[in-house]
């Protein structure tokens, strides 16, 4: 079973849609969480950490579930310049990174 | 954040021949630099850990003798791939941790290596 397993997508929502999905973690010791993007052929940015109670940044929401695994990624009000692979990654108890394979979203107009 | 680059972006080599690509931090000093390596629709794969004025810790799988890493200063880490073959051909991505409490990574902006 892989560390982190995301679904590949992709998501093709229309501007101004909803979007939303999950990352599901294999290690209960992980200790933090992050939400990466990644533009085609570029290298992967901060979107935003994960929070146990959850946190918002702009369109962006999002949540961890510890008793489940996961952690979510909901973007609200979709733009076109949201289309783009969200990398989830998770940092484990002995300061190594885990690496989704990423989601892809496609925001058409 | 902190600024990272990479150089070259890109590069094509025959097959057999040795390719050294290089990543600096440009505002931060970094006593660990970290590789990884991305081939098309997959995760990003740790390969290595780059550590300033000693050896690099490579992960399991990973050839050192094969991926030679160099980390002169704290701002200079250096991959060279040596008798690359078209297996080797994928993205290769530096990153250095800021330090500031959230584990938080910077990535270099990728070398894309192609083989032939």
């Not at chain 2, 990272?4 to 094509?12: A, F, G, K, L």
């Not at chain 2, 200079?76 to 290769?92: K, M």
Request: hydrophobic share 35%.
């Amino acid at each position: 079973r892989k560390e982190v397993e995301q679904d590949p997508g992709p998501f093709n929502v229309p501007e101004g849609a909803t979007v939303a999905f999950n990352c599901t973690y294999s290690n209960s010791a992980s200790q933090s969480f992050f939400w990466y993007r990644q533009d085609c052929r570029k290298e992967p940015k901060l979107l935003m950490s994960v929070y146990s109670s959850g946190n918002e940044d702009g369109r962006f929401t999002a949540q961890l579930n510890r008793a489940s695994q996961y952690i979510s990624l909901l973007i609200r009000d979709s733009k076109l310049s949201d289309s783009a692979t969200y990398l989830c990654v998770v940092i484990h108890n002995d300061y190594k990174l885990s690496f989704g394979a990423g989601t892809t979203v496609t925001v058409r107009a | 954040g902190a600024v990272v680059s990479q150089h070259p972006s890109w590069v094509i080599c025959k097959s057999g021949t040795s390719v050294k690509i290089e990543c600096r931090s440009l505002d931060f000093q970094a006593t660990t630099m970290f590789w990884y390596r991305q081939f098309p629709k997959q995760s990003l794969m740790l390969m290595a850990t780059s550590n300033e004025g000693s050896k690099a810790t490579y992960e399991q799988g990973v050839e050192k003798d094969k991926f030679l890493i160099n980390h002169a200063s704290l701002t200079l880490s250096t991959l060279t791939v040596t008798s690359a073959h078209p297996e080797d051909s994928s993205f290769y991505i530096c990153s250095l941790e800021s330090g500031r409490g959230a584990n938080t990574q910077y990535f270099g902006p990728g070398t894309r290596l192609t083989v032939l």
